[in-house]
């Protein structure tokens, strides 16, 4: 089947400095797909390069099997809500929804008919003789992706579209965006740095850094197998907790760090087993288990509680074991203060380790 997005070899400099280098990416039929990385990655440069609002330096970009790498913006077929709303101030939201397609010259008829479904749709339609002056955040935000959706895109690129809102306006916008797609089953690339909303709203996550693609893949293999140390310490919050050793796979494949000695019976490892050498392990707060439940656990510490964090539906236990500082999740009821002595545990199967020289995923 044709992928939906196809990117090929594509570069981005600007003078010596290269943005994108040499990316390639397929995105499918219908997908959700977001770009997922820290500030300056190269995630929201890339969403340019689609929408047509950056020239590349090389490589091509096809949409629909069409190769649209010199295409204008308006020629590519796609609709495209920013970070900021760019709403017309002059103009009611009907107004602003309809602006587009008045310049494009279609038929007033069908312009009301595309406004009114995009209203019904994303529930703005009391809203449509307002001006935004009159909007809070939220309808200002969905007015803007109704201006993408009258356009009756195939694609549609949204630009870290929730981050000038409030939380509980971000997690109520979220589930409208996932239930918009659900509905139109339209293929939608979403930029975001933060990783709730990569997980919650993916069919698959592109964790970027420095330009480039480290890991494509769903959400839960993204978070249970990261391609590399730095995706694991991305992903999750708080993040993994790591052991520094030494990986040895002579006999059973085991790993020491300290005079504590891991067997590793249940890992699986990404390939063949590798060579013995310098290593990581990874292993994550809700993994870890504390009190009776890590004393019949298969590694077990003795550690001390140096910070609590009550969430109501979990505790976060910062502690330090054997010289090493240690996140636990634990039940939202747990009865632990600073100072309590607790016994940590986790089972090496759910670990994941990491090459001391590459940082890929053993």
Same mark, same amino acid.
């Given at each position: 089947?044709?992928?939906?997005?196809?990117?090929?070899?594509?570069?981005?400099?600007?003078?010596?400095?290269?943005? /994108?280098?040499?990316?390639?990416?397929?995105?499918?039929?219908?997908?959700?797909?977001?770009?997922?990385?820290?500030?300056?990655?190269?995630?929201?440069?890339?969403?340019?390069?689609?929408?047509?609002?950056?020239?590349?330096?090389?490589?091509?970009?096809?949409?629909?099997?069409?190769?649209?790498?010199?295409?204008?913006?308006?020629?590519?077929?796609?609709?495209?809500?920013?970070?900021?709303?760019?709403?017309?101030?002059?103009?009611?939201?009907?107004?602003?929804?309809?602006?587009?397609?008045?310049?494009?010259?279609?038929?007033?008829?069908?312009?009301?008919?595309?406004?009114?479904?995009?209203?019904?749709?994303?529930?703005?339609?009391?809203? /449509?003789?307002?001006?935004?002056?009159? /909007?809070?955040?939220?309808?200002?935000?969905?007015?803007?992706?109704?201006?993408?959706?009258?356009?009756?895109?195939?694609?549609? /690129?949204?630009?870290?579209?929730?981050?000038?809102?409030?939380?509980?306006?971000?997690?109520?916008?979220?589930?409208?965006?996932?239930?918009?797609?659900?509905?139109?089953?339209?293929?939608?690339?979403?930029?975001?740095?933060?990783?709730?909303?990569?997980?919650?709203?993916?069919?698959?996550?592109?964790?970027?850094?420095?330009?480039?693609?480290?890991?494509?893949?769903?959400?839960?293999?993204?978070?249970?197998?990261?391609?590399?140390?730095?995706?694991?310490?991305?992903?999750?919050?708080?993040?993994?907790?790591?052991?520094?050793?030494?990986?040895?796979?002579?006999?059973?494949?085991?790993?020491?760090?300290?005079?504590?000695?891991?067997?590793?019976?249940?890992?699986?490892?990404?390939?063949?087993?590798?060579?013995?050498?310098?290593?990581?392990?990874?292993?994550?707060?809700?993994?870890?288990?504390?009190?009776?439940?890590?004393?019949?656990?298969?590694?077990?510490?003795?550690?001390?509680?140096?910070?609590?964090?009550?969430?109501?539906?979990?505790?976060?236990?910062?502690?330090?074991?054997?010289?090493?500082?240690?996140?636990?999740?634990?039940?939202?009821?747990?009865?632990?203060?600073?100072?309590?002595?607790?016994?940590?545990?986790?089972?090496?199967?759910?670990?994941?380790?990491?090459?001391?020289?590459?940082?890929?995923?053993?």
């Amino acid at each position: 089947m044709q992928p939906s997005i196809a990117i090929k070899n594509l570069t981005l400099s600007f003078g010596a400095l290269d943005v /994108l280098k040499d990316l390639n990416l397929d995105v499918g039929q219908g997908e959700f797909l977001v770009l997922l990385g820290s500030s300056g990655c190269g995630k929201s440069t890339l969403l340019n390069c689609i929408a047509g609002l950056l020239d590349v330096s090389d490589g091509q970009i096809f949409i629909g099997g069409r190769n649209v790498t010199w295409e204008e913006p308006s020629q590519r077929g796609i609709g495209m809500v920013f970070q900021s709303y760019a709403l017309y101030p002059q103009m009611t939201v009907a107004g602003n929804l309809s602006f587009g397609l008045k310049n494009a010259g279609l038929p007033k008829t069908e312009i009301a008919e595309r406004v009114n479904r995009a209203a019904k749709i994303l529930q703005i339609e009391p809203l /449509l003789d307002r001006k935004p002056a009159a /909007l809070s955040g939220g309808q200002r935000q969905r007015a803007a992706i109704g201006r993408a959706l009258v356009r009756d895109a195939d694609v549609f /690129l949204f630009d870290e579209p929730l981050s000038n809102l409030d939380a509980k306006l971000r997690a109520d916008l979220r589930v409208e965006i996932k239930q918009l797609h659900q509905k139109l089953s339209n293929t939608m690339i979403y930029v975001t740095h933060d990783q709730i909303e990569a997980m919650t709203l993916a069919d698959r996550i592109a964790i970027m850094r420095g330009g480039q693609i480290l890991q494509l893949a769903s959400p839960n293999e993204i978070y249970n197998r990261p391609a590399n140390k730095y995706v694991a310490e991305f992903i999750g919050s708080p993040t993994m907790n790591f052991f520094d050793g030494h990986l040895d796979t002579a006999i059973a494949p085991s790993f020491t760090t300290g005079d504590r000695t891991f067997p590793l019976e249940g890992y699986e490892f990404s390939g063949e087993v590798s060579a013995s050498g310098p290593a990581w392990f990874g292993i994550r707060p809700e993994h870890m288990v504390s009190g009776p439940e890590a004393e019949q656990a298969k590694i077990s510490f003795n550690s001390q509680v140096e910070l609590v964090e009550p969430l109501g539906s979990d505790t976060l236990a910062r502690v330090s074991a054997e010289g090493n500082t240690l996140w636990v999740r634990m039940d939202g009821q747990a009865s632990v203060d600073h100072g309590d002595n607790l016994t940590v545990g986790f089972d090496p199967a759910r670990a994941n380790l990491f090459d001391k020289k590459t940082e890929n995923r053993i």
